[in-house]
Each structure stands twice: as structure tokens, then as C-alpha cells.
């Protein structure tokens, strides 16, 4: 009997289709899909007088012509010492009267010898317990706010903004500072740990001792030379390092997470000249505004690239609870760092667009500009520039023979890796190929995206200046980069081209009734949502309880 | 989905008021209490156009300042005022000391937290004259900075005790005389939400901040793996 039955069976199945096939399919129409709020290329709270070049306290302090410079009285203050400085120029920054001490002139060739140097740990991002959004933030794309661990300058004052905003205050960012010393200084570096983990800082390729001279340990690596400096505590470093170059400092508590969350920053022994009086501190990396005596000496401008790449489900364990026990957990016991992920990619601590606002190398015909490259962060950097071929100068801080100089257009860096090198706006068809806005960004495709976005990640551009418009916009001739400063471009919800886009090949398709429903219930599946309906109810019960047995009371 | 559709269901029913007067609830305290000092007093302001001759608004870049300021080495006290009177005082009610130690050893008692004040709560009568006496146990920054004074006296409605590295420093202001709670905390990045939390009560003042340490419930609790 199976016999003749199956025959059947597979028949009936195959006229499935075709059944339901028997009525014509239509694609369903194209939705329009509307921009999100854009926000202006350059925000408005930017001082343009910042931009320009000046003197202050007697330091020149060169123009840095981009949206969002770097503020010029912090510069004064980072090259005289807030101790040499004005309490006028000091209350134009938020430092503290002792970030940066600098006094005594050993060597007697015009310049302090002995640094003292104050930093603090902050987090970004991080939870309240009161508000429902992270607190002291700083967005590194449009709506987008990883949780960050970072050195800072030491400050004054509030993290936050002000009472009314939960923005932090612009000492506190990524990357970690860029730190410059001179050659043969005597450096004291105080960690003050303002935060609630134990950290530590180890100087990474700068000439240190193991021991400070009173045989405390000066690594910062607390498995071999340093307890570990608590929350609420400080501990000092002692260096007079002889080598130059760029360098690195970061914490080697709990390594493996600890620098990933951001706590590495650059660190540049400049060479030892008369009357050299370095910018100790470079916020935010990016253009250099009072370079040393050697970098002037070869080159007209200088800037500070510090790479680095974020596994979201790291930086978020931060916004994820308050308790420092369940904190200490799932950071050291519950996150795998082997299975990590990154979605985002920053340069200078933000991805695009933000890094045009920020860290376009900006160039003048003929000119050469050192650039200081580093990557800090877990995955390698294939750096490529358009328009452009680089020749690398340094490895690790360390000087090539010339004969031994490499100039080409990719250049790898593994992690920790740095490489000094010579942009050379010579429009000879090798080093330049003349003016323009040329793009620089990884190769590693990844690091182009933001969350698998592109345009995204640490993609930036070398500019001519003669293609800079006003707030440091570039003359931009390519597509409408409007939606690239909406957070809804990031949020996946508005559609590639869509500007470009007139006969809308390429639109959102319009959502089924099922759809729709299913996304807004999605929306109100918030938990506060549903712990509110849960009271509701209850004091609704009990409101017609109490009313029942009031009025079973009066009755009888 | 039955249980989603559920609740929706009742949301849109005869719960509707229920459920504003408790969302309510959730509004920041402090925020609105700021925002009704601020109109008010702005709008004062506004009407004199003749600023207290006391407060110097000085250009102030991204750092804090104008208003008085006595900045050193050993920390600052920003804002202080020991004689002005707010509009609303015809004298001082009383003179009242707080003494408040700051650091890491005074978050013991409170599990989960890093950072701590020795007390959470002060009370005071209204238009009194408050002197507080902050210590730092810590080798690091702490503040005591209260928040929602009248910014006509008091710029960005804040008075403002900071001590770098262990020491003491002594400020003093004065309250108006609304009844009214004002959130006391150090704003060093994550010191409030690790702890360093309190309340000034102003007369009877109104109600309790969240968050804070001994006094009351966090508005967004930590989920404690269960048993």
C-alpha cells in the first residue's frame, strides 16, 4: 500500500508552490525615509579665535586651522608649566595649579630640567544610578558612546560640564594625552587614581630604571615591580630618559583590558636643545601647536596619530551596572578577551565624521610635516594615503639610517607599534600628487566602518589648504555627507545613496502592517515600561479592594 | 507576545492617568527644582538689570570661574558668601557648622561602593548661615559641591569646597528660605555614582535625592546575580 501512496504525497507537495504562486507577487513600493536631525559640521560652541595663530604667556602658539582646535591657553599652560603661568591663562583652562610643575634649569641652557607631571584616571561613558543614559559623555561618531578608561591632565572643577549637562568637560577625552619631555629631564609622573579600579603606569620603550633610587619598583608592572596603586591613592615614576623618540605609556593593571578601555597615550622624549621649552601635554593627539626645537628645525608642522579599535561589548560592561564588585567581575572574570570583536575604530578618539572636525593633517604646498604614528590598539593598522607617498623616518621611536628609510603607501603597525613619518607635499608625482583633499584610512576594511558602516572607523584626510573653507570645512565635491551627522545614518535605519538616489533604486521598502506592529511592540518592551504597568495594576487591585471593603464596612 | 499585548492593553485603558501621575515620579528631582530656581531668579535678575555688585562674572573660557574663587595648591573654594542675603532673608536664621569627611575608607560601610562621604544628610533651618568643614583622607581630589542655590548669588547655582590630596578647607554660604532638599556631591568623574552622594534639607525639604548611600534606593538598581 506505502508504495502507491507516496507518488501521491510527493506530488501533492510539489503542487504546493504553484498554488501559491497562482496569485501574481507584486514587490512591495518604496518607503521615503526621512534624514534624522543633522548637526552642523562645525558645532557652534567652537571659539574660531582659537583656531588662529598666537601668543600667550610668551608662547607661540601655531594656527591650527580645523572646526575644533585645541585650546590655546591650555597650550600656554603646557609649555610654561601652570606654575609659570598667569592666574588669568589659568582660568581660562581647568587645570589644576599643580598638573604640570616645571622649574630648575640643571644644565643651564634655558629651559626647565625637572618636570613634574600630574594625571588623573577618568572614566567616559560610564552609569548612573540616577539617569537612564551613560554619564560624563563623549560621543566619538554621531550617538555613538562606548564606555572609556583615560588619563588626563590633573583638573579642577567638575567632570562634568556643568550641573545641566552630562557632557564631559573637554580635559577629559580620548585618546590618553600625548606626553612630551625632553631629552636628559628629570621626569616625575604622579598617578593620581581618581578611579575606582587599581591602575598603574608602565613607560613603554622609554628609558626608565626598574627601581626608583629608593629601590621602589618604577615598571608599573604589578606581577614584577609595583603594588598596585589603589582608588583614592598616588604613586610616583621616575624617569631621566637619555633615548629619544615616540614612545608609549600605558597601565599594566589587568593589561589586557585595562589599555583596550584607553588607558595608552603617546609619550615623546624630544631631543635635548637650548632654550627648548616642549608643550608637555597634546590633548586629544592631533596637530601639535608649539613643537620642539628639533622638530621645528626639519619640520613646519608636527601631529600626534594615535589608532585604536573597540570591542563594544568590553567598553559597555562599564554602563552596565553600578556595583564595583559585579564591575570587578565582569571585567576580569566574565569578558574573554579571545573572543573579541571590535565595531568601532577611532583616530584621535573619534571615528568619522567626527575626525574631520578634528584631525585633518592640513598642508601647504612644499611643505613637510612629521607625522608620529601610532596604534594602540588590539587589531593592525595598514595606513594608507591617497595622493601621498610617506617616508617613514622611525620605527618604535628609533631612528632609521637614512640609507634605510622606506617610502611607500601602505604602512603596517601591529599593535604598539609606531612609525614617524615625512609627509612631503613636493608635487613631483611620488611624494605628492599635488593639491586636493586626499583621504588617509586603514586598509583593513574593518577599520572604515563604524559597526560595519561605511563610511566610518579612523578615516580622516591630508588637506591642501587651499581647499579649506571657513570652520575648517574642506571643499568637499563628492556626495552630500549631510547624513554621515545624523545618528540615524549609524543606527542603520537610513537608506545608502538615498540623496543621490532620485529614481529610488536603492530605498527603504515599505514595511508590512505585520511589520510595523512588531516593531512598535518591540519599542514598548521596555522594562521600566512594564514595571510601571505591574504597579499600576497592583494599586489598581488594591484601590478596588480597599474601596470594596470600605463600602462592605459602610453597608453593614 | 500574549503578555506584551496584555499590558498594552491596560496601558491604554482606564489606567491612562494612573500611570502619568507614577511616570512623574521618574522626572529628576533636581533637575526640575533647578530649572524653577533658575526661571525665577533669572527673571528677578531681569527686572533689577543692577547685578549684586559682590559677583564679578569674569570671561571664563572652558575653565570655571567669575563669581569669587580662592584657588591654590591645596584646593579651592569657589562661590563663597558669608554676608550676602539671599532676596528672600530678611536676617540670618542661625549659624550652623557641618564637618564631612571625604576618601575611600568612609565607602566601607556601604557595599559595592569606592568612594564615600562620612555622613549623607544635613538639615538646616531656612536662611541659614552654613560653614563647612571638608577633610579629604584621600591622596587625591574630593569635593563637597552643592547644587541648586540661587544663581544670582550663587554662579551656576553652585557653592563649591574642592581639597587636593589629604587636608581641610573651610567655606561657607547661605541657604534662602524655600524648604527644598539640594543634592550635595563630588563630581569627579564616577565619584557620585561610587558614593560620594548627600543631601542638604532646607527646612522640611522636599523629599528625598535617590542614590544615596544609607538614605535611599538607586533609580536604576544593579541586577545582583540571584541565589
Known amino acids: 500500500m506505502r508504495h502507491h501512496r507516496l507518488p501521491f504525497y510527493i506530488f501533492t507537495l510539489l503542487l504546493l508552490p504553484s498554488i501559491s504562486l497562482a496569485e501574481f507577487p507584486t514587490a512591495p513600493a518604496t518607503e521615503e525615509t526621512f534624514l534624522g536631525l543633522v548637526e552642523p559640521f562645525c558645532p557652534e560652541t567652537v571659539d574660531p579665535t582659537w583656531r588662529k595663530q598666537q601668543l600667550i604667556e610668551d608662547v607661540s602658539i601655531a594656527p591650527s586651522p580645523v572646526c575644533n582646535p585645541d585650546n590655546p591657553y591650555n597650550i600656554a599652560a603646557f609649555v610654561k608649566g601652570t606654575n609659570n603661568v598667569s592666574m588669568a591663562t589659568m582660568m581660562q583652562t581647568q587645570l589644576s595649579p599643580d598638573t604640570l610643575i616645571k622649574t630648575n634649569d640643571i644644565d643651564g641652557d634655558g629651559d626647565p630640567d625637572e618636570i613634574h607631571i600630574r594625571l588623573e584616571v577618568i572614566e567616559l561613558n560610564g552609569f548612573s544610578p540616577d539617569i537612564k543614559e551613560p554619564i560624563t559623555t563623549y560621543d566619538i561618531a554621531p550617538g555613538i558612546q562606548p564606555g572609556f578608561w583615560a588619563f588626563a591632565p590633573k583638573s579642577r572643577g567638575m567632570s562634568n560640564e556643568s550641573f545641566a549637562s552630562t557632557k564631559a568637560n573637554p580635559l577629559l577625552r580620548l585618546p590618553s594625552p600625548s606626553i612630551r619631555v625632553e631629552q636628559d629631564d628629570k621626569i616625575i609622573v604622579t598617578l593620581e587614581n581618581s578611579h575606582y579600579f587599581p591602575h598603574s603606569i608602565h613607560f613603554h620603550g622609554v628609558d626608565h630604571p626598574f627601581q626608583k633610587e629608593n629601590g621602589e619598583g618604577n615598571d608599573g608592572v604589578p606581577q614584577t615591580s609595583n603594588k598596585l596603586t589603589l582608588p583614592g591613592k598616588v604613586f610616583s615614576y621616575e624617569l631621566t630618559p637619555r633615548q629619544t623618540g615616540t614612545m608609549v605609556y600605558h597601565c599594566h593593571v589587568q593589561a589586557h583590558t585595562h589599555i583596550l578601555m584607553g588607558l595608552i597615550g603617546m609619550f615623546i622624549v624630544e631631543e635635548n636643545k637650548p632654550n627648548n621649552w616642549v608643550q608637555t601635554f597634546n590633548i586629544g593627539a592631533g596637530a601639535v601647536r608649539h613643537s620642539s626645537v628639533a622638530v621645528k628645525q626639519d619640520y613646519s608642522q608636527e601631529y600626534d596619530l594615535q589608532y585604536q579599535d573597540i570591542d563594544r561589548e568590553l567598553h559597555n560592561l562599564i554602563q552596565q551596572g ?70 617613514a623616518t622611525h620605527f618604535d621611536g628609533v631612528k632609521l639610517n637614512p640609507e634605510a628609510r622606506i617610502q611607500r603607501d601602505v604602512f603596517t603597525l601591529g599593535p604598539a607599534q609606531r612609525i614617524d613619518l615625512e609627509l612631503y607635499a613636493k608635487n613631483d608625482g611620488l611624494n605628492n600628487m599635488g593639491p586636493g583633499i586626499w583621504t588617509f584610512h586603514d586598509h583593513n576594511e574593518a577599520g572604515v566602518t563604524t559597526d560595519g558602516i561605511y563610511p566610518g572607523g579612523h578615516i580622516s584626510s591630508v588637506v591642501f589648504e587651499s581647499f579649506l573653507g571657513p570652520n575648517g570645512m574642506p571643499k568637499l565635491q563628492g556626495i552630500d555627507v549631510s547624513p554621515f551627522f545624523t545618528k540615524e545614518f549609524y543606527q542603520k535605519k537610513y537608506p545608502i545613496w538615498n540623496l543621490s538616489d532620485e529614481n529610488r533604486h536603492y530605498g527603504e521598502i515599505t514595511k508590512t502592517a505585520e511589520q510595523k ?3 512598535t511592540e518591540q519599542d514598548s518592551s521596555d522594562m521600566t515600561q512594564i514595571a510601571i504597568l505591574v504597579l499600576q495594576l497592583t494599586l489598581l487591585v488594591a484601590t478596588i479592594l480597599i474601596f470594596r471593603k470600605n463600602s462592605a464596612k459602610s453597608n453593614a | 507576545m500574549h503578555n506584551k499585548k496584555l499590558t498594552k492593553s491596560i496601558s491604554t485603558g482606564s489606567l491612562v492617568a494612573l500611570g502619568i501621575s507614577i511616570t512623574s515620579l521618574y522626572a529628576d528631582v533636581n533637575a526640575a527644582a533647578d530649572d524653577a530656581f533658575e526661571t525665577k531668579e533669572l527673571s528677578q535678575k531681569q527686572s533689577q538689570q543692577q547685578p549684586d555688585k559682590k559677583i564679578m562674572e569674569g570671561k571664563c573660557g572652558e575653565g570655571r570661574c567669575g563669581g569669587n574663587m580662592q584657588l591654590d595648591m591645596k584646593g579651592m573654594v569657589m562661590y563663597e558668601n558669608k554676608d550676602t542675603l539671599p532676596k528672600d532673608c530678611t536676617e540670618i536664621s542661625e549659624d550652623i557648622t557641618i564637618e564631612v569627611k571625604a576618601g575611600v575608607e568612609h565607602a566601607k560601610p556601604y557595599p ?35 547644587h541648586g542655590l540661587p544663581k544670582y548669588l550663587y554662579p551656576e547655582g553652585m557653592f563649591h569646597i574642592e581639597v587636593n590630596g589629604k587636608g581641610k578647607k573651610t567655606g561657607t554660604f547661605i541657604v534662602p528660605s524655600s524648604h527644598f532638599t539640594y543634592l550635595v556631591h563630588c563630581d569627579i568623574a564616577q565619584h557620585v555614582e561610587k558614593g560620594m552622594k548627600a543631601q542638604l534639607k532646607v527646612g522640611n525639604g522636599r523629599g528625598d535625592l535617590p542614590s544615596i548611600p544609607g538614605i535611599s534606593a538607586p533609580k536604576f538598581a544593579d541586577r545582583f546575580p540571584k541565589k
Not at chain 2, 568612594?115 to 574630593?142: L, Y
Open chain 1, 322 to 391: 553600578n556595583d564595583s564588585r559585579l564591575l570587578a567581575k565582569s571585567y576580569n572574570r566574565e569578558y574573554n578577551i579571545t573572543e573579541r570583536a571590535p565595531e568601532y575604530f577611532i583616530l584621535n578618539g573619534r571615528s568619522f565624521p567626527y575626525t574631520l572636525r578634528e584631525s585633518m593633517v592640513v598642508i601647504k604646498p612644499d611643505e613637510k610635516i612629521k607625522l608620529r604614528v601610532f596604534n594602540a590598539g588590539e587589531q593592525q593598522v595598514a595606513l594608507h594615503t591617497h595622493g601621498f607617498k610617506p617616508t
Open chain 1, 517 to 519: 506592529v512588531e516593531e
Open chain 2, 112 to 146: 559595592g561602593t569606592v568612594f564615600g562621604f562620612d555622613k549623607h544628610q544635613w538639615q538646616a533651618k531656612p536662611c541659614s548661615r552654613i560653614t563647612v568643614e571638608f577633610t579629604n583622607d584621600d591622596d587625591i581630589r574630593h569635593q563637597w559641591m552643592i
